[in-house]
């Protein structure tokens, strides 16, 4: 029986390898991804050949976010556990019927001084966008208690904002984005 399993199991895979998943879906089926932070369904429209042909045209958009935090630490947050900044950016842009989607997000820890913690945290980017002067970039940030690398799914206390959305910025600026908040 074991050994039949493990047959079934190579044939299942050599079936996968050989024909990709996508095209095993049927064609009824909405093309896009779910952002596990937000649980939010993002669509995305397959692209044609024509913009295939103009995004090899297109320059990237860069620069960099840095978000600079100061936190009033006002809840019971032993000094022994990480305080943990989180930023997070999204641009999507619908360009004749290709949709592009763009997430970025980086985190590192605080200092903590008595009752306040900062930290800076800097996204830099490089989007691929046709049309970045109609474009917006939604920003929103995640203050946790975490481990030395993230924001911890057990977190005692965590505080989740969003900001107002932006126009995306000139090629090659420093964003700066100052954020005072109370965990």
């Known amino acids: 029986m074991k050994a039949l399993t493990y047959i079934g199991a190579t044939v299942l895979l050599a079936a996968t390898l050989t024909y990709p998943l996508a095209a ?13 932070k937000t649980g939010a369904f993002h ?11 103009n995004a090899a045209t297109v320059s990237p958009t860069t620069g960099k976010f840095v978000f600079s935090f100061t936190i ?10 990480s305080i943990v900044c989180e930023a997070v950016t999204d641009v ?10 763009f997430d970025e997000e ?5 200092s903590r001084s008595g009752s306040t913690a900062t930290c800076t945290v800097t996204i830099p980017y490089s989007w691929l966008l046709a049309t970045p002067a109609s474009d917006t970039v939604t920003i929103r940030y995640v203050i946790g208690v975490g481990t ?5 799914s057990a977190a005692t206390r965590s505080s989740n904002h969003n900001l107002p959305s932006i126009k ?3 090629n090659g600026a420093t964003t700066t984005e100052t954020i005072k908040a109370t965990i």
């Open 72 to 81: 009033t630490v006002a809840s019971s947050i032993p000094s022994s556990q």
């Open 106 to 110: 980086a985190s590192t820890v605080a």
């Open 148 to 152: 030395t690398t993230s924001i911890t």
């Open 168 to 170: 995306v910025p000139a």
């Open 92 to 101: 999507t842009e619908v360009s004749g019927v290709q949709s592009s989607i």
């Open 24 to 36: 095993q879906m049927p064609d009824n089926g909405i093309l896009g991804y779910l952002d596990p």
């Open 43 to 53: 669509p995305v429209s397959p692209a044609s050949p024509a913009d295939e042909i």
